[in-house]
C-alpha cells in the first residue's frame, strides 16, 4: 500500500463515522447514508456499493469497525425490505419520517421501484456475517420483488425491462433516460443490474435449499442476459446502447380495412445511439459475448478516448452533442460527461472480467489519482469529477461509492472471468 492508498484508507474509516445512524422511525435498523448532502437518508444502490468498498477498508481496521459496518449494512437491508409494499415494490429513497419518498409503491408503476441490486446486496451480506439464514423470512420479498420488475415493467416482449419514469435512475440524465417517456427506456444499467440480481437471487435460494426457485431464477437470468446481447449489440458500432421499446405496428389504426397489410414489423425495439458509460454495464454483469467484449474495448477503449480520459470514465462520449463537463446540480445530478467513482468501477471489473488487466490496472491508478488528488487539495471528497482537469464539482464529502477504489487497488492482476 502506498502512500496515497494510505491516506484514502483512513480518510474512508474516518468518514465512515459520519455514515453510520441508529434506528429512527420507519427505519427500524441502524444503517448506512451516502454523506454530503444526504445526511439522513438511505439510497437503494448507495447501501451496496458502500458496503463493498467500505469491507475493503474495513481489512485494515479493528473488530468494532468492522462489526459496526456489518450492523450497519444488514440493518440498511433490512430496512429496504421491512418497508415493502404489499404489491412487492421496494422504496429506492426512505428517511426516518417518510418510508417511500418518492411514491415507489404506486400501482401505475410510474414512480420507479428500488433498482434490482436487492439479491445482490444480501449476497454480499450473507459472504460477509458467513450466515444466509437470517435472509430466510424476507427471501419470499425478494422473490416478490423481482417479479414487479417483469411483471410491471415489461419492455414490450422483448425481453428487457424499462424504467418507470426518469425519476432517481442512478446516472439521472443520461439522455437515452432522462426526459424520455413513461415506460420506454430499456436502460442498459437497469437490465444489467437485473440480470445479476437474478442471478445472485438463485445462489441464495440454492443456499436457503428453494431448490425450485433457483431453477427459475437461473433461467430468468440466463434469459435476461440474452435480451441484452439481441436488443441492446449494435454490430456496425459495435457498442452496447438502451434501447426503445415503443415499437408498435399500427396500421389497424390508421390503414383502411380494404388497403393490403404488407409486411409485419418484426423487431421490438430500436437503439437510441448515444454512447455513455452505461455501454460497459454488459461488461460488468458478464452478459457480453468475448466476440462482443473484444471489439467494444478495443475500438472504444483501448483506441479511443471519448470514453477513455485522463481521470477515468467519461459518463457521456466527448463527441456526443450532450457533452457538457460543467453542470453542478443534484436534481438530476451531472452524468452528461463528468467522471463518477462508480462508473469507473464498473468498467474497471467489465475490463477484468473479459481479461483486459492491463486497461483495468490503469483505471484503477486513474482513480487512485484522482480522489487523492481531491483528498491533497480539498480535504475532502466529492460525487463527481471533470473528466479532464480532475477538478471535483458537486457536494464536498460525498462517500457512497467512492471507497470501492480501495477494492480496485486490492485485486491481483489475475483475471476473474466468468466466461
Not at 436534481?331 to 477484468?352: D, F, H, K, M, Q
Amino acid at each position: 500500500m502506498n502512500d496515497e492508498q494510505r491516506r484514502l484508507t483512513q480518510y474512508f474509516l474516518g468518514a465512515a463515522n459520519e455514515i453510520f445512524r441508529p434506528p429512527e422511525g420507519c427505519l427500524r435498523h441502524p444503517y448506512l447514508v451516502p454523506g454530503g448532502l444526504y445526511a439522513n437518508q438511505l439510497w437503494d444502490w448507495d447501501s451496496y456499493w458502500m458496503l463493498k468498498g467500505l469491507r475493503a477498508a474495513a481489512q485494515h481496521a479493528g473488530n468494532d469497525f468492522r462489526e459496526t459496518l456489518t450492523s450497519h449494512a444488514v440493518g440498511s437491508w433490512k430496512n429496504l425490505m421491512e418497508n415493502q409494499a404489499g404489491n412487492g415494490a421496494v422504496p429506492l429513497l426512505l428517511e426516518p419520517g417518510r418510508p417511500d419518498v418518492f411514491e415507489c409503491a404506486r400501482e401505475d408503476g410510474t414512480r420507479t421501484q428500488a433498482k434490482p441490486i436487492l439479491a445482490q446486496f444480501a449476497l454480499e451480506l450473507a459472504d460477509m456475517t458467513g450466515d444466509v439464514q437470517w435472509l430466510a423470512p424476507y427471501f419470499d420479498g425478494v422473490m416478490k420483488f423481482l417479479a414487479r420488475w417483469r411483471a410491471v415493467y415489461d419492455g414490450n416482449g422483448s425481453g428487457l425491462i424499462v424504467w418507470g419514469s426518469d425519476l432517481a435512475v442512478g446516472a439521472d440524465n443520461d439522455p437515452a433516460i432522462f426526459g424520455r417517456p413513461e415506460f420506454s427506456s430499456a436502460g442498459l444499467l437497469l437490465n444489467g443490474l437485473f440480470a445479476a440480481d437474478l442471478a445472485a437471487a438463485a445462489h441464495l435460494a440454492r443456499q436457503l435449499g428453494r431448490h425450485q426457485d433457483a431453477i427459475e431464477l437461473d433461467a430468468q437470468s440466463r434469459q435476461s442476459a440474452e435480451s441484452i446481447r439481441r436488443e441492446c449489440w449494435d454490430p456496425i458500432d459495435a457498442f452496447f446502447y438502451t434501447v426503445d421499446v415503443q415499437c408498435r405496428d399500427q396500421r389497424d389504426r390508421y390503414v383502411p380495412a380494404d388497403f393490403p397489410q404488407g409486411m409485419a414489423m418484426t423487431w421490438r425495439t430500436l437503439p437510441l445511439k448515444i454512447k455513455s458509460s452505461s455501454g460497459f454495464i454488459p461488461l460488468w454483469a458478464g452478459v457480453a459475448s468475448v466476440e462482443q467484449a473484444r471489439a467494444m474495448i478495443e475500438r472504444h477503449w483501448t483506441s479511443s478516448d471519448t470514453l477513455n480520459a485522463r481521470w477515468g470514465v467519461r459518463t457521456l462520449a466527448s463527441n456526443e452533442r450532450m457533452y457538457s463537463t460543467e453542470g453542478n446540480t443534484s436534481n438530476p445530478s451531472n452524468w452528461l460527461g463528468p467522471v463518477w467513482i462508480i462508473a469507473n468501477y464498473l468498467t474497471w471489473a467489465g475490463l477484468r472480467r473479459y481479461g483486459f488487466i492491463r486497461e483495468a490496472n490503469d483505471l484503477a491508478e486513474k482513480t487512485r489519482r484522482l480522489l487523492a488528488q481531491d483528498l491533497a487539495q480539498t480535504g475532502t471528497l466529492h460525487e463527481c469529477y471533470h473528466p479532464d482537469t480532475g477538478a471535483p464539482n458537486f457536494n464536498g464529502g460525498f462517500l457512497s461509492w467512492n471507497p470501492l477504489v480501495l477494492l480496485m487497488l486490492s485485486e491481483t492482476s489475475d483475471p476473474v472471468s466468468h466466461l
